[in-house]
């Protein structure tokens, strides 16, 4: 079969997939802050849809603890709360200490990947985005949870994913010195793995992610 020949036109996104997806990226980027009182009026129309898929797509995010709904008034984003805070923290040390210390002896295959995410952050640092910085710390951390092997952690650790962009995008508005530190100590955790020391890479995980609970409630930089 010729590479030439025309290819099948994807399926369009349900409509109510558009919706979820345009609020969801826009909360967990900050663009829309938490207090903020969405309408499904504005939002239809902002997405071009009417509003019954508006009406799904926020019942799924208010399932997600994103959104509170109000009948007839719309839906309330959901400011991060300091037991939030604490609950995201306190998960993310018991799986991240334990994921560190099953690193060592460090593949070089998840070394290299550390190294890449590494560098995405530098780039993105540099460019000033920091919803990518986000993502791609994000991703440093849980590359070491996946390599750990444990599948029922690593499923637990992804159902943290948006509420720690979310956080991590907070952090940055508010810090903005803390994106170089944050590179500073994943390249700390790195060398920790590359010397094979499993107790020191699991000491700077856990002041690397005991501080975000500081940071985010503004006492400390």
């Given amino acids: 079969m010729s590479s030439l020949a025309p290819q099948p036109t994807p399926p369009p996104q349900p409509a109510a997939e558009r919706v979820y997806a345009h609020v969801k990226q826009a ?15 504005e939002l239809a129309q902002a997405v071009g849809v009417s509003r019954t898929p508006v009406r799904e ?3 799924r995010l208010e399932m997600e603890g994103l959104l509170k709904l109000y009948p007839k008034k719309g839906a309330l984003v959901l400011a991060v709360s300091a037991q939030e805070i604490a609950d995201v923290v306190e ?5 991240e200490e334990f994921a560190v210390r099953k690193a060592v002896p460090l593949s070089a295959r ?3 990947r550390l190294e890449e995410l590494l560098a995405e952050q ?3 640092a540099r460019e000033g985005d920091l919803r ?12 070491i949870v996946r390599h750990a092997g444990n599948q029922i952690l690593a499923r637990l650790y992804d159902q943290l994913r948006d509420r720690q962009l979310r956080m991590g995008v907070a952090v940055m508005e508010a810090h903005p010195d803390r994106v170089t530190k944050n590179i500073a100590e994943h390249a700390e955790v790195l060398q920790a793995l590359r ?9 700077c995980v856990r ?3 005991g501080r975000v609970k500081d940071l985010v409630r503004g006492e400390t930089r």
Wanted: charged content about 25%; hydrophobic content about 50%.
């Fill in 27 to 41: 909360v967990l980027d900050r663009r829309i802050e938490g207090g903020t009182l969405l309408t499904e009026g």
């Fill in 110 to 112: 998840l070394q290299a």
């Fill in 91 to 95: 998960t993310r040390l018991l799986v």
């Fill in 57 to 59: 797509a926020l019942l």
């Fill in 207 to 209: 002041a690397h992610v």
């Fill in 132 to 143: 990518a910085v986000a993502a791609a710390d994000r991703g440093f951390h849980a590359a």
């Fill in 122 to 124: 530098r780039h993105h």
């Fill in 195 to 203: 010397d094979g020391d499993a107790e020191l890479a699991a000491r």
